[in-house]
């Protein structure tokens, strides 16, 4: 079954960067999509953006765009984060997720697969 294990998180302090990753494995050439989702303690777990597998189109929340960046690496099954400018708001717990069939990559509804998690906490 698909997998997904996300590395990567930590302390940072205001202003710096972070990349966390995330390695899929079982089943995953099938994947059209995999995302970032964020949830921080008493909150939704909000979109923080996404990436078509093929092709490569990419999707930004707002309070994000500009400052980080996903990109995929399909050969080694994996998706990274880049995470530039940190704010304190920006901590939070970051899960990787991916399914087969997506229309909305904001949407974390539609996605099946999800990881563990991995805690970004920005210091200020």
């Known amino acids: 079954q698909v997998q997904l294990v996300e590395s990567g998180g930590g302390l940072v302090q205001a202003g710096g960067s972070l990349r966390v990753s995330c390695f899929a494995s079982?089943?995953?050439?099938?994947?059209?999509?995999m995302g970032w989702f964020r949830q921080a303690p008493g909150k939704e777990r909000e979109f923080v953006a996404a990436?078509?597998?093929?092709?490569?189109?990419?999707y930004y929340a707002s309070s994000v765009n500009g400052r980080f960046t996903i990109s995929r690496d399909n050969a080694k099954n994996t998706v990274n984060l880049q995470m530039n400018s940190l704010k304190p708001e920006d901590t939070a717990v970051y899960y990787c997720?991916?399914?087969?069939?997506?229309?909305?990559?904001?949407?974390?509804?539609?996605?099946?697969?999800w990881g563990q998690g991995t805690q970004v906490t920005v210091s200020s």
């Open positions: 997720a991916a399914d087969r069939r997506i229309v909305a990559a904001t949407n974390r509804y539609e996605y099946d697969y």
């Open positions: 990436i078509r597998l093929s092709g490569g189109n990419t």
């Open positions: 079982g089943g995953t050439f099938s994947m059209d999509a």
